[in-house]
Nanobody, 125 residues
Framework: QVQLVESGGGLVQAGGSLRLSCAAS????????MGWFRQAPGKEREFVAA????????EYADSVKGRFTISRDNAKNTVYLQMNSLKPEDTAVYYC??????????????????WGQGTQVTVSS
């Protein structure tokens, strides 16, 4: 069992930056590919970024490519999402998730086994 806790959300102006963290407990994150997802009001949860177990592979949704960077520090059992050049359309609750598979195999939220509680990101125009 893995427990995930996100932090780092907040209110930022358009063009600003935020860094989200996802801290894990219960088990080492070395055994999991990790993903970040987001959900805006009235919309379905959508894929943002994912990273393989050792950080050797990363994938991004087209909407955030070039602006967001996912990374991980397995020694600290933590995954990060650096978000730059934020836009109002990035406003959502951001969730981290763990997939019991070492490599990135899916962007489908249903394929991920463990979830955090989410952190709110609000970008004002």
């Amino acid at each position: 069992q893995v427990q995930l806790v996100e932090s780092g959300g907040g209110l930022v102006q358009a063009g600003g930056s935020l860094r989200l963290s996802c801290a894990a407990s219960g088990r080492t994150l070395r055994s999991y590919a990790m993903g970040w997802f987001r959900q805006a009001p009235g919309k379905e949860r959508e894929f943002v970024a994912a990273i393989g177990w050792n950080g050797g592979s990363t994938e991004y949704a087209d909407s955030v490519k070039g602006r967001f960077t996912i990374s991980r520090d397995n020694a600290k059992n933590t995954v990060y999402l650096q978000m730059n050049s934020l836009k109002p359309e990035d406003t959502a609750v951001y969730y981290c998730a763990a997939d019991s598979y070492l490599l990135i195999k899916s962007w489908d939220p249903q394929e991920y086994d463990y979830w955090g509680q989410g952190t709110q990101v609000t970008v004002s125009s």
